[in-house]
């Protein structure tokens, strides 16, 4: 939310694959605050495409680069984000 508030159109996350994070479940929490972020867009009449998790292995460079390009390309096609929704500086 902090990056919504300072003004950011949309905002990826990359986390490792389920069971392989080594901060335990820290990456399945995060996923649970971007499905309620999400939740709270669309109620609020913003396009929840603005954010995203994507799910990868270090080691896996294209699915990173992919990923990448896939939140580009989704917030590209987005009006920008109205300042006022979320942030009315």
Do not use: W
């Not at 939310?1 to 995060?30: P, Q, W």
């Not at 799910?55 to 580009?72: G, L, M, Q, R």
Request: hydrophobic residues 35%; aromatic residues 8%; contains cysteine.
């Amino acid at each position: 939310m902090d990056s919504f508030l300072k003004g950011a159109d949309g905002v990826a996350i990359i986390s490792c694959h389920e069971g392989e994070c080594d901060y335990g479940r820290a990456n399945m929490n995060t996923n649970k605050h971007v499905i309620f972020i999400r939740r709270l867009f669309n109620h609020l009449g913003i396009d929840e495409d603005r954010i995203q998790q994507y799910f990868c292995a270090a080691a896996e460079v294209e699915k990173f680069v992919t990923s990448v390009e896939d939140i580009t390309s989704k917030i590209r096609s987005l009006p920008p984000l109205p300042k006022n929704k979320i942030n009315p500086k």
